[in-house]
């Protein structure tokens, strides 16, 4: 066999493996939490804008932030909500040195944190300024208070102990955190509550501790590829919206058989059509050599 031979047949596998196997590694599970759009944890899946976001490490799914990764312990698809915890921050039961949770640009606008999730900021120096120019960004919750925290959880006595009084902490929401990082708000810890409106009269050793993250996506129509028996995804170059239907070719809008205005134009992924391109090449050179 000739050499152009011999390369060509090692080429052609290199070729045209990543790009036929790209549309099957659309996992629908991570554990038992169930992946559907606009969320994905393999490129090309789900909606663009949530790419790279969650990252499936054997049966526990994270979502990634710039400030590091945070397990996520449930997805909602039907009120569009995301649960994640934050093991850097402090509960009742433990004390914790503070991380700022920071989140992206991207992040911040498409799943930030729910306005019935709040940031308390415990330990506060009475030169914090959420104690004194921006004392209006804290707010007791749902009757709750910073005293009954601080009553009511063995980890946070400790800082009465220390200071043999009940130093001030902070109630707020994520923005405080957002543009004020906990040096600058000069708490020295912080804990996370989500579903506030269901802790009226719930005691804080039975709160919920988490984030709670809402997010929100435009339709592109996943349904009618879902119902069409395609997989919502995109194109990783061009970040098209496309309904992956096989292997090898993608449909614009549905799986299903019919007139182009039913079921759009049929075409293959960018990237596998020009790794053609670059096979018919190796075909040419062959052909003449």
Not at 28 to 44: E, L, R
Not at 119 to 130: E, G, I, K, R, T
Not at 192 to 208: A, E, Q, R
């Amino acid at each position: 066999m000739s050499s152009p031979q011999q390369l060509l047949l090692l080429v052609l596998p290199l070729l045209l493996f990543p790009c036929l196997t790209r549309s099957l590694l659309c996992r629908n599970f991570c554990g038992n939490i169930a992946i559907k759009y606009p969320f994905g944890i393999d490129d090309g899946c789900g909606a663009p804008q949530f790419s790279k976001m969650l990252n499936c490490s054997g049966d526990d799914l994270f979502f990634q932030t710039p400030s590091g990764d945070y397990k996520v312990q449930a997805i909602d698809y039907q009120k569009h909500t995301m649960v994640i915890y934050d093991p850097s921050m402090s509960t009742c039961s433990i004390l914790q040195p503070h991380r700022d949770f920071v989140m992206s640009d991207i992040q911040y606008v498409s799943i930030p944190p729910s306005p019935d999730t709040v940031f308390a900021l415990l330990n506060c120096s009475v030169d914090s300024p959420v104690l004194n120019h921006y004392r209006s960004l804290c707010f007791n919750f749902s009757g709750h208070s910073c005293d009954e925290l601080y009553a009511s959880c063995t980890a946070f006595r400790l800082f009465h102990l220390l200071s043999n009084a009940t130093p001030p902490c902070c109630f707020t929401g994520y923005n405080t955190v957002k543009y004020m990082t906990m040096n600058i708000l000069d708490c020295s810890h912080y804990t996370t509550v989500y579903d506030i409106d269901n802790l009226k009269g719930v005691g804080p050793l039975d709160w919920m501790y988490g984030i709670k993250l809402s997010y929100s996506f435009p339709d592109t129509g996943c349904d009618k590829c879902s119902k069409s028996g395609g997989t919502c995804g995109f194109d990783v170059e061009t970040r098209g919206m496309v309904c992956i239907c096989s292997p090898t070719f993608n449909s614009t809008r549905v799986c299903a058989e019919g007139s182009a205005a039913d079921a759009g134009e049929s075409h293959m992924p960018s990237a596998l059509r020009k790794k053609l391109n670059l096979l018919l090449v190796f075909i040419c050179c062959w052909i003449v050599l």
